[in-house]
Nanobody, 121 residues
Framework: QVQLVESGGGLVQAGGSLRLSCAAS????????MNWYRQAPGKQREMVAV???????NVAPSEKGRFTISRDNAKNTMYLQMNSLKPEDTAVYYC???????????????WGQGTQVTVSS
């Protein structure tokens, strides 16, 4: 069984910073791409950033320069450093990872339970 657990969310004032973490645990053979998504109330879930196993990154245009995605492969953990936060960043943030649990089984996508980020004006 594979689990993804996010942490680091909370309430912050506009202009502040937060660092989210996503830790993968369980029966893991390898982890491929890892993503951060967010879903604001009444809106569709949207991808915020992605990082490959080799460390290549891509951040959504509206968050470039403010958000940085990184990962520590030794710890099976991904991070999202969020700076200059705005009220419109308020959402539940989810991590997703494509994980191979066995050499003979194709990889599957796993999701975390989400962590709430609230930015006050």
């Amino acid at each position: 069984q594979v689990q993804l657990v996010e942490s680091g969310g909370g309430l912050v004032q506009a202009g502040g910073s937060l660092r989210l973490s996503c830790a993968a645990s369980g029966s893991i053979f390898s982890i491929y791409d890892m993503n951060w998504y967010r879903q604001a109330p009444g809106k569709q879930r949207e991808m915020v950033a992605v990082i490959s196993s080799g460390g290549s990154t891509n951040v959504a245009p509206s968050e470039k320069g403010r958000f940085t995605i990184s990962r520590d492969n030794a710890k099976n953990t991904m991070y999202l450093q969020m700076n200059s936060l705005k009220p419109e960043d308020t959402a539940v943030y989810y991590c997703k990872a494509r994980i191979k649990v066995n050499v003979n089984i194709p990889p599957s996508d796993y999701w975390g339970q989400g962590t709430q980020v609230t930015v006050s004006s």
